[in-house]
């Protein structure tokens, strides 16, 4: 997952912070999704891990958004992060997108 974090960093296949993102699920953009798990308040994302479902986006979460900040190269911390597909990470994004499909959902 990082692998791709760092080679789509610099273009724009990369959307950070949750009001771009959300904008970005509305308006139909898909790749991968991830955020981070110590949001607070949570109820300005609850809703997002339910609309990813929907539009069938493969997400995950992260220990915190300071290590979401990191590996994308900023100094403050990131909620959310959309990573779209490109032609230069193609190959890892689609193994890292199968892997994120199989893992185990804990209701």
């Known amino acids: ?18 009001k771009d993102v959300q904008t970005r699920i ?16 949570l109820e300005i994302m609850c809703h997002l891990p339910g609309v990813c479902e929907d539009k069938d986006i493969p ?3 992260t220990p915190s958004r300071k290590d979401l900040g990191a590996a994308l190269g900023v100094k403050r911390g990131c909620l959310t ?13 689609n193994e890292l997108k199968a892997e994120l499909k199989t893992l185990a959902v804990t209701l």
């Open 81 to 93: 992060v959309l990573i779209r597909s490109h032609s230069e990470y193609e190959d890892t994004f």
């Open 1 to 18: 997952m990082l692998q791709v974090d760092q080679k789509s960093k610099h273009k724009t296949y990369i959307r950070c912070g949750l």
């Open 59 to 61: 997400y995950v979460y």
């Open 26 to 41: 509305r308006k139909g953009e898909s790749g991968l999704v991830i955020f981070a798990g110590d949001v607070s308040p």
